[in-house]
């Protein structure tokens, strides 16, 4: 039986959007499902402000992949819908498929995951860092969101901060919470962020607390370097232990914990902190990994079967993974990993095409 001339991509955000376009270019129909009312993945209903290294507007970077997919004839779009079963196997697959017109079915080769991410909930398992009790507590999601209105204020006072600070590895490199891994993005965003901060408010002091920071290749250079050099972000070498409220509300927070340069402890005042957050699986990555019988590490994200060389396979023939739902990974990686799926899932067409002729 030839096979089918489709590929599903579950997932639109960066990684899904690349892949139907990747797909498309090679000439093969893809079928691209969003459980979402619009495409875009997290870096939109997240509302990120500027994406790093090069500052470009979030919004508008993503506005220029879904309108480049729009212009492909061969991808089929459907937004507000999901995959509720998946039967067959490689090369004929035929996929239960819910959205806004009612249920369908879709004939498919090969399918692509593309479920992304969620941020790390930094009120779970320990609330040293009072994310859910003190409003000047922030996660890097929620000081996007003031970063794209170019407002940036304390949400107690109103007022703009004096004294920022982020607290890096909240959620990541942490074994007692079980996530041991590095969550990749996080030491650059925190830097693109205190730098924007610093842009918006010049008065403002910046502080950045680490236990060693991972910049991710050129961000080192493109980021690192220039925060403290030409914007003045400190860097602290510390562990920080817990966020206080200074006389009991009112007053600022106190973050205390211990600098690991000097080797004391440490009391710092300051208007607002910044947990910065890691990557965790989303929902829909462990729900459709789960439903398509693939495999996932001991974190959640999907496994692949054969790391180093090959990322994208996974141990399930014709099922394939990319961007966040592989792991933590920053847009750059995303899209090359998008690409490389998109390119085995059409090589599996075109060998069983030549394997039938
Ligand atoms: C705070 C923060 C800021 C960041 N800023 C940057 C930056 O400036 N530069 C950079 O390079 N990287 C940045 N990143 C990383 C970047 O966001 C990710 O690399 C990227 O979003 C991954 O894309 P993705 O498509 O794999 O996943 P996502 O963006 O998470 O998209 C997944 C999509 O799948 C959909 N979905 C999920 N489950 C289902 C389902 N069951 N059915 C249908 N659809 C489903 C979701 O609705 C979503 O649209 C940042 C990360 C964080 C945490
Ligand atoms: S990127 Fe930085 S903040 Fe994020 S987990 Fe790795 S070391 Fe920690």
């Known amino acids: 039986m030839a096979p089918s001339e489709t590929v599903l991509v579950v997932g639109g955000g960066p990684a899904g959007i690349e892949a139907a376009r990747g797909i498309a ?26 994406l790093t290294p090069y500052f470009e507007d ?5 506005d220029g992949m879904i309108a480049e997919l729009g212009e492909r004839p061969l991808a089929d779009v459907r937004v507000s819908s999901r995959v509720t079963a998946l039967a067959g196997e490689a090369g004929a697959f035929t996929a239960t498929v819910e959205g806004p017109g009612g249920t369908s079915e879709v ?12 941020h790390f909930d930094p009120g779970r398992e320990r609330q040293i860092y009072n994310y859910y009790q003190y409003p000047d507590v922030l996660a890097l999601q929620d000081l996007e969101v003031m970063l794209k209105a170019h407002d940036v204020r304390v949400p107690s006072t109103g007022e703009p901060p004096r004294r920022i600070c982020w607290i890096q590895c909240v959620g990541s490199r942490d074994r007692n919470i079980g996530n041991e891994y590095c969550s990749k993005v996080c030491c650059g965003i925190a830097s693109k962020q205190a730098i924007e901060v610093r842009k918006l408010a010049p008065d403002c002091r910046a502080y950045v ?24 972000v ?5 562990i920080v232990t817990e966020v206080l409220e200074r006389g009991g509300g009112g007053g600022g927070l106190l973050v205390r914990g211990e600098d690991t340069t000097m080797g004391r402890p440490m009391e710092v005042p300051m208007d607002m902190v910044i947990l910065s957050v890691g990557m965790e699986p989303s929902d829909g990555t462990r729900a459709m990994a789960q439903l398509m019988g693939v495999e996932q590490n001991k974190y959640g994200f999907v496994e ?52 039938v002729a």
């Open 25 to 50: 270019d090679l000439g093969v129909r893809a079928v691209l499902v969003e459980e979402r009312e619009r495409l875009g993945g997290t870096p939109i209903f997240e509302h990120y402000a500027a």
């Open 58 to 62: 979030a919004e508008a970077a993503m």
């Open 107 to 118: 004939e498919a080769a090969a399918v692509i995951l593309c479920t992304g991410f969620t």
């Open 209 to 232: 607390f680490y236990i060693d920071m991972r910049m991710y290749g050129y961000w080192e250079q493109q980021l690192y370097w220039p925060a403290q050099e030409q914007h003045h």
């Open 234 to 238: 400190q860097y602290i070498k510390g």
């Open 304 to 355: 692949v079967a054969h790391p180093p060389l090959d990322t994208v396979s996974t141990k399930r023939p014709g099922i394939f993974a990319a961007g966040a739902a592989l792991g933590p990974v920053d847009l750059e990686d995303t899209v090359s990993s998008a690409g490389a799926a998109a390119t085995k899932a059409v090589a599996l067409i075109r060998r069983s095409s030549l394997a």
